[in-house]
């Protein structure tokens, strides 16, 4: 366990916070800090293939250790953090035996991580917690599924006895500006599928996720002296509020759950001359996907024509981008990979909670590429903000489900029986 925390530790105080405004890939510099890192850290362990290339893409290879045809399977974290939070000098807390009371990140600045308020908290009380100091995000998303993957190659080639095929493990920049796939080569990662280590809460087994887009709306003003602005001013920032005001009541992040989709606002900036609005779209429904893009269009058009006499051109510009689709669709026709998962974690006493993600990983663009790839829990809690913690237990139970997803895929005859049961459970004394 200590080892454990000491490597995952190792990884947090390392800044690699990306930027969605950079072209290069990374998109910042210090992304190569903890990936250069990494290179030596899987050499050191004992595997093999281990590769950066000029975008730095990791990836590397634990040989099977079996004389029986296996096929070759991937897992797959990211190393950067988000920019929604800052990602700099991390100072790590932990807290042994929690006793399910308030945690104080940051006396001096009253900052309180409180059962009262995140409730899922409670769940970990006598474990080992590790949170922040209340002035940055930790970065658990997701550098706990590097620990998570590090470690459990380490322990298997430390452990030979414990029968595998051949592992691909690979580690992206710029998961979090939706970029991490992008220049993922999976012909040279070579696996049949794998999984992301990046989900949350212990049990978290994910193969559906949104049908998700991105949107930029420009409104266009006239400034006048507001002394003289009647009939001829355009306040370019109520027309966003107008456009706003369109959007359907009730349809945002904080207002639903499950499979129910949203619009998301996240950005206004502007003037009288110039208002940019920047959402984003989703929904696991294709059909429904669609008509909310389909939305955006009609609110601009409406709006267009309410100033067209006054203006005489186009004062709002709708730009819709589509940035990921649902893994379902890929991973369905190959659901057996997802009852192994299952079946790993039953084996291993956690109780899978299989769940649409509300958001998505690496994996969502890497099974449309080629490369189905279900998402499995990393264990961290309250992403992307000074209130984010993991359990270092959480850590070590995801680390143990890597193993024991190699173990299974190495079992003789294990694919004529899932292959036969894509769409049942394979959790009872099939093997």
Known sequence: MQHIIDRFISYVTIDTESDPNSQTTPSTEKQWNLANKLVEELKTIGLEDVTIDNKAYIMATLPSNVDHEVPTIGFVSHFDTSPDFSGANVKPQIIENYDGKDIILNAEKNIVLSPNYFKDLLQYKGQTIITTDGTTLLGADDKAGITEIVSAMEYLVQHPEIKHGKIRIGFTPDEEIGRGAHHFDVEKFGAQWAYTMDGSQIGELEYENFNAAGAKITFKGKSVHP??????????????????????????????????GFFHVHHLTGSIEETVLELIIRDHNKIKFEKRKDLIGK???????????????????????????????????VKHIVDIAEKAM????????????????????????????????????????KYEYVPAESIQKATDVIVKIAELTAIPGIFDVAEKSKRKKIIGTDF
């Open 227 to 260: 002394g003289y602005a009647k009939g001829k001013m355009i306040n370019s920032m109520l027309i966003a509020n107008d456009f706003i005001n369109e959007l359907p009541k009730g349809e945002t992040p904080q207002e639903t759950k499950g499979y129910e």
């Open 299 to 333: 609110i601009a058009k409406k709006i267009n024509k309410k100033y067209a006499k006054q203006f005489g051109e186009d004062i709002v510009i709708a730009q819709v981008k589509d940035q990921y689709y649902n893994m379902k669709e890929k991973v369905l026709p």
């Open 346 to 385: 039953r084996e291993l006493d956690i109780k899978p909670i299989i769940k649409p993600i509300r958001g998505g990983t690496d994996g969502s663009q890497l099974s449309f590429m080629g490369l189905p790839c279900p998402n499995i829990f990393a264990g961290g809690h309250n992403f992307h903000g």
